[in-house]
């Protein structure tokens, strides 16, 4: 008895992580889409701060970010993002 909760417990979490995942990928395609649409350099990068942290492993934000850190001239830090 004990195992088949067990399973059940499982087969419950990897079902809500999987449902999870394309949330988070629809989350970043629209900052993408708000990043795209922005003209304004400062609140781009506005966006970029709060995207980064929602999207740490997009490659397209990570490389946007580190160009708005380059445009305001914080080189050290853009190196490191």
Do not use: H
């Amino acid at each position: 008895m004990k195992k088949i909760i067990n399973w059940y417990v499982c087969l419950v979490i990897c079902s809500c992580l999987t449902i999870a995942a394309p949330g988070f990928a629809a989350d970043c395609m629209t900052l993408k889409k708000s990043l795209k649409a922005e003209r304004n350099f400062k609140k781009k990068r506005e966006i970029l701060s709060s995207a980064i942290i929602q999207c740490p492993d997009d490659p397209i934000i990570n490389y946007k970010y580190g160009l708005s850190l380059e445009r305001f001239k914080k080189y050290e830090k853009a190196l490191v993002s």
